[in-house]
């Protein structure tokens, strides 16, 4: 299945739980280990933008949406600084907050903030991207760096 297709088919999944279960992500916030909050406080400390001057202009445009978008809810800092590199990270994370009451985020919106955090993780945290990509099965490894490769060269 093609990554779009498969972006699409859990990202409709995903709008079936959010709407009949939207009011779960703020009991979920409140119940969260000690350790997830203190990871999050971690996240939340480092700097809360990037310089995307050097990004193509489409991508430019793209970290817009997410930096909007992503601040109405939580601190910027917490996504730019978090530990997530993968592209299944990202949909995951992204999916979740689409679906928070008061997100407002469109699924083209979604696919454009998705589209600027892989390639972000692709440059700004290429290291970690690397060392996270070595930990992957070969088949899963595979995946996301094609993955990577179409989002990438769709900005080149």
Not at 81 to 95: E, G, T
Request: charged share 25%; proline share 4%; with cysteine.
């Amino acid at each position: 299945m093609k990554m779009t297709t498969k972006l699409a088919a859990v990202l409709l999944g995903t709008a079936v739980l959010g709407v009949t279960g939207a009011g779960l992500g703020r009991a979920a916030a409140q119940n969260m280990d000690a350790a997830t909050k203190a990871r999050i406080d971690q996240f939340e400390k480092g700097p809360a933008t990037i310089d995307v001057s050097k990004y193509p202009a489409q991508l430019q445009d793209y970290y817009q949406t997410f930096s909007q978008k992503c601040s109405q809810c939580h601190k910027l800092s917490r996504p730019i600084n978090s530990d997530y590199v993968l592209p299944d990270q990202w949909s995951r994370y992204i999916k979740q907050m689409m679906y928070k009451p008061g997100s407002n985020i469109s699924g083209s919106e979604a696919k454009h903030i998705y589209d600027f955090l892989v390639y972000d993780s692709s440059v700004r945290k290429k290291k970690a991207l690397d060392a996270k990509l070595q930990t992957l099965p070969p088949d899963d490894r595979k995946t996301a760096e094609a993955t990577i490769k179409k989002v990438v060269d769709n900005y080149q």
